[in-house]
């Protein structure tokens, strides 16, 4: 591992001499690398604020309209360089005059599609590009209204990390890049936009028009847009819910303690930087559990369970607020550096909030499928390190639970060993100090030997850093996390598998993490009669609660219990949280008669899915003979 550190520094080092060296990034902390996920050459023209005109077309499924850019030059630069995919572009004109620019779009790379270069002279301030977008654009998914809760009005979202932003907007598509915002746009009269910014409508505007804006710096992947029958609850005087009406009561009684989360984050690590911290519940075929757009998180419904027992979701997309939004990732290979620490804060805000007990039981399930998930992809493969190497590949294909547990650990490790005192005042002095930057994995290391491990070199001794970032698996000196609630869980397991006995006086007290724990470590195998027992008395096949009904599907589908095959097929049908697919998906794909199954369902769902779900599963489910 030691050789792929000085690598990384040879490399800092060589490019520095190198400025003129185009195929390198110069960032706004004037740190050098490359972003192999962009064609933008920042260092030479770079974007600094955004005016976006868009026409939402729920006719055409396409977006229309302007990206107007104010950009900044360096080194004489002769063009600007942009990130498009599937985008049509009509016209280009600079500094907002009439005629028409010249521009180039280069031909298709595979995953980072068209580099869009416009020639520029050294009084170009702006570069108004007018463009639609194709009606598959990736980040973008068009729903009818069958597939909302309200079932009357047709609803879009964006999804745009890691880099489908260019599927959607013009624009120069790397975290490490930073623009403002504002924002015009044209809807249908009855539907209401949201984006990520603070000033977004409480009530529906009776010309269909938003105006919004977004005066903090952000990079392209948080930039986000929603159109449909949107309403809204406020919570407190900086929090409030977006929702379709059916959900919005239901939504806000579950988050009721989202200011409480906001306020015991900003006691950990500094003040909130975004002003209001609102969160939007979508559709259920959104793809991810949540994204952290500044100001707006977007959520998945599945997390509104009805006991707020799934809110650790809100506190992870909160804490991004301050990780991954404030201080950024600056490639996608050092996406730990986002979801690491936002894992980290998530569980500092649980533990804030609901107690250690809580927390310990989100902390062991995690690592439980962290260690699957290392057991899966094989313990040598790179995958596994927290520094990736996503190069020539997409982004998504890397990113898995080891940037958030893996990365959580390790930083969890470092708290153990300095202690907590010590340990909070280094990350939020971190937070402040690289506030509206981006950050690579060894600028971090950096800092970290800076401020904390020279002062603290005999505790931090034993921590062995470069093993953690630079090699595969989990290193032995992890954290143990030892939760009180799971060994009572695992008396009732032992008693089920010896006697086919749970007490049910103690499983009623039972929070849903207890039932994973409990779901999640049954024997591998189980007799027709152990599942129909459970399934009589504690009703998992077509549960509400979807973490629960989805770890007992993969339970049936291990030992084939084909009673909860329909209610899983319905849930499959209406759900398009990706998490919840790749393991039932991934299990029928084991066997033959799976397989026919997994084809049968999903050539149902596959059109209700977004397109990072049906791309994962596309691939998982191509007849590979
Ligand atoms: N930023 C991620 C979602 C993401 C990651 C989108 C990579 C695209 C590429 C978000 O903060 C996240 O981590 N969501 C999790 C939920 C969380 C509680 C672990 C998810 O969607 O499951
Ligand atoms: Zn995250």
Known sequence: MKK??????????????NSNNSSLKNNTNNNMYKDYHTFA?????????????????????????????????????????FDTRDLIIEKIVLNDDSTAAKFELKPTVKFLGNALHIPISSNTKSVKIFYHTSPNASAVQWLQPEQT?????????????????RTWIPCQDGPGIRFTYDATI?????????????????????????????????PSYLMALAVGE????????????????PMVEKTAWEFADMGKMVDAAEKLYGAYAWGRYDVIVLPPSFPFGGMENPCLTFATPTVVAGDRSLVSLVAHELAHSWSGNLTTNATWNDFWLNEGFTVYFEQRIMEALYGKDYSEMLASLSVQDVKQTIKDLGEKNPDTNLKLNLKDRDPDDGMNDIAYIKGYLF???????????????????????????????????????????????????????NDWIYSPGLPANAPVINSSRFDAVDVQINNFTKDNLVDKTIAAKWSTH???????????????????????????????????ADAWYVVALKNNYSKAFEAMDKFLCTVG????????????????????????????????????????????????K
């Open 186 to 218: 044209h809807c249908p009269k009855n539907l209401m936009a949201v984006m990520s910014v603070a000033n977004n409508a409480t009530e529906l505007n009776k010309d269909g028009v938003y105006q919004y804006s977004q005066p903090k710096p952000i």
């Open 411 to 465: 930083l969890r490790l470092m708290e153990e060993k300095v202690g907590r005192e010590k340990w909070d005042a280094f990350v939020k002095n971190y937070f402040s100090n690289h506030a509206f930057k981006s950050i690579t994995t060894e600028e971090f290391v950096q800092v970290l030997n800076d401020s904390l491990i020279t002062p603290n070199k005999e505790k931090l001794a034993e921590v062995n850093i």
């Open 149 to 165: 809760a309200g079932k009357k009005q047709k609803f879009m979202f964006t999804q745009s990390e890691a880099i489908l932003a």
């Open 230 to 245: 949107i309403a809204f609850k406020k919570i407190d005087n900086r929090c409030g819910i977006y929702a379709e009406l």
């Open 4 to 17: 792929y550190f000085f690598a990384a520094t040879f490399f800092a080092i060589f490019s520095c001499n």
């Open 577 to 624: 949280r990706r998490k919840f697919l790749l393991p039932l998906y991934g299990e029928m794909n084991k066997t033959e008669s799976g397989k026919k199954l997994a084809h049968q369902i999903y050539a149902k769902a596959r059109s209700g899915y977004h397109s990072v779900a049906q791309q994962t599963l596309d691939e998982m489910l191509a007849d590979k």
């Open 41 to 81: 050459q920042p260092e030479n023209a770079v974007v600094k604020h955004l005016s976006l005109n868009l026409n939402v077309d729920f006719e055409k499924n396409i977006l229309s309209g302007f990206a107007n850019w104010n950009i900044e030059m360096h080194n004489n630069a002769s063009e600007i360089i």
């Open 514 to 548: 207890e039932w994973l724990h409990f779901i999640n470590n049954l024997p591998e195998k189980l007799s027709e009669k152990q599942l129909n027992d459970l399934d009589a008395e504690f009703h998992f096949t077509g549960s509400s609660n979807c973490e629960i």
